[in-house]
């Protein structure tokens, strides 16, 4: 039986036909107006998407790399910093802090809870030393999304700058960069972004720019001195080091249909599909991992009673053709994890649900067949 | 007029259809047997091409951040290490080092010159506490190919470790990194690998692993250990960040023409190209920057008296379609240079001499037409 390929994984996203079609023209030379003029449109872009007239810096890297270049140019070993996580992708902020002898006070809250605003307020006036705090907009593990907004009101009243991991977050969830006083926020491409992967976009407050200057921690690849340099030499946008020419120009693209569909239009969308997605499961008799604050970019399921989630994930993978994702770290085996993000339409939510009631059902999962799609319908038809 | 878009650059090069064909492809998520696979034969065929049995890594980034990843995973803030440049991008592995407080003795030769085996031996007989030599195996900013089989026959009577940036030179330039000991090759993905830009890939012998043990430079998305630990967690290569999956799906298909045409073969005719154009060059009365030990990956050219070489390179990329590249650091504007890397041919060659013969002779500078392409015929017929 034919059944059509569907990633629905917080990442890497279906990427778009004329998105794909773009990496099949003919590589550019990136030392040319032509690839300046295109980098620095996409920089322009770029910035209306992140919502910021801050600086923005483009590194070929794993969206980790982004978070390791934070890390160095804000801070000096033995700085203190506080890590704000509600996940995997929380956590690796204290990694790389800890890889670089930088001192990390880590707030973890439980797995499927966000994190609180008066909490880092708290820690924040209990050691005025603290210099940046990283945090996650949208938790990819666990499904959670933080409130930015509050966060970014506590950390500007204070010398510290904010960081956020945005990197599944940004193109799919609200995030308003310089209203919101987020001094430095990174994103990914295979996320919100519709491209493959392989990018990490940084936007850079002025803020941001006064606390790097005395970042002593060791760089030079992710050194965003040397990349502003290249990218203000002159009236194009260029960079220090051979770009990653077919991704950006596959990211001209995916810009344009983000502006043409319209960053509201694409943020309502991604709220539909996760709720839609969330409703679906309830109906089910699932149990959504983050019932509070739950990410627009990814749905996490408890895995119930009796299910056989490996077995679930690649029945629905491997013979129904949709690509899901299970837990990590220390929700592995317990969790599933549900994408709408990217690429996705209303149909691919129908698509997903059903394909999901077609596996439990096939692992004697009691539920009504087509409970699912008909809550995804009420909230998509909005009835 | 119609003119074909040819890149005849030191990369990056253009891209064989086929290859771009796999960018068109949907995107695959990478935690998947399917994509596993892809990568496991694509290290498998790496290490073909690198002449390897030691480990191999791969990482979503330029250059520059294999670069890196030798100097963080290899040495310890206040290490000796030597590093033998002969050019621009020689220069930058000391850079790299001051970055993290590594000293570097850096021996530098005439720009236009090779490295010379001796002086390395004598540099590591006067400095026993030398850990690192790093040198480069196709200096693309002057077209010189160093020594690597003496360099690395002096430096493995040593404990020092051999760490070879092959960017511009794997995949054009005999490199047997095992049988001649280079213990770190650094590659590239848009020169002789035929693919676009944004992948770094490393080999590892045994002894930089020993080296690598006692490294204390901070590291985190450079680290080799993480890397090498997901690449042999299971029967199936994986990665601890996301891949830059689509350029890796190029990769394989690029692998395989390197592979059918036989790695022996793409040798022969890089230094056929280099050879033809190396001869064209001075057929015209031009003078070869680099006379000894020239790069098979680029011919680097010295301006002639009377030329302007900004005009000559924009009439050249702008009217006839071929790109060339200028000369760049301390030789800006005083050289050339003529890429033959990767998916070149034989009438490339010719077709990129002709268009250099019409642009000198629109800048009157005195030549018998048709003088270079014949000369370059005679090396192609050998004849």
């Known amino acids: 039986m034919l059944y059509k390929k569907r990633l629905m994984t917080p990442g890497p996203t279906d990427v778009p036909p004329s998105v794909l079609a773009e990496a099949a023209k003919p590589i550019m030379h990136h030392r040319t107006p032509q690839f300046r003029k295109i980098l620095t449109e996409v920089v322009a872009s770029l910035k209306r998407v992140f919502q910021t007239e801050g600086d923005l810096l483009i590194y070929p890297a794993a969206g980790t790399g982004g978070m390791e270049a934070a890390v160095v140019n804000l801070c000096s070993p033995g ?14 902020w204290t990694e790389i802090a800890k890889a ?26 209990a050691d005025p030393s603290i210099k940046v705090v990283f945090t996650t907009l949208s938790e ?7 409130d930015i907004r509050a966060i970014g009101e506590i950390v500007a009243k204070t010398p510290a700058v904010l960081v956020v991991d945005a990197i599944s977050g940004l193109g799919a969830i609200p995030l308003k960069t310089d209203a919101w006083k987020a001094d430095v926020v990174i994103a990914g ?16 407050s002025a803020k941001a720019w006064e606390t790097a200057k005395n970042a002593k921690c060791p760089k030079y690849y992710f050194s965003w001195e040397k990349a ?5 030499a002159e009236a194009l946008a260029d960079t220090p080091y051979t770009p990653s020419i077919s991704l950006i120009i596959q990211l001209a693209e995916s810009l344009r249909l983000i502006e043409a569909e319209g960053l509201e239009a694409v943020w309502e969308r991604h709220a539909r599909l996760a709720k839609a997605t969330q409703a679906a499961m309830q109906a089910l008799g699932l149990k959504l991992f983050a019932p509070k604050q739950a990410s627009n970019a990814v749905t996490a399921v408890w895995v119930p009673e009796g299910v056989d989630v490996s077995k679930l994930f690649k029945t629905i993978r491997d013979v129904y053709g949709i690509t899901l994702a299970t837990g990590q770290g220390k929700v592995k085996g317990k969790i599933f994890r549900i994408g709408h993000l990217g690429y996705a339409d209303d149909w691919d939510v129908v698509a997903t649900v059903a394909a999901v009631e077609r596996a439990l059902l096939e692992q004697k999962y009691a539920m009504t067949v087509g409970s699912g799609v008909a809550a995804a319908e009420k909230v998509l038809f909005g009835i």
Request: glycine share 10%.
């Open 79 to 92: 700085d203190h910093v506080l890590v704000a996580s509600c996940g995997n992708f929380g956590n690796r």
């Open 100 to 125: 670089y002898g930088v001192q990390s006070e880590h707030y973890e809250v439980e797995w499927g809870q966000p994190v609180d605003p008066a909490e880092i307020q708290k820690r924040l006036a």
């Open 140 to 146: 990819t593990s666990t499904g959670i999304e933080s």
């Open 189 to 204: 491409a295979q996320k919100g972004l519709m491209i493959p992967p392989g990018l990490a976009l940084i936007s850079i």
């Open 228 to 232: 502003q340099k290249a990218m203000k």
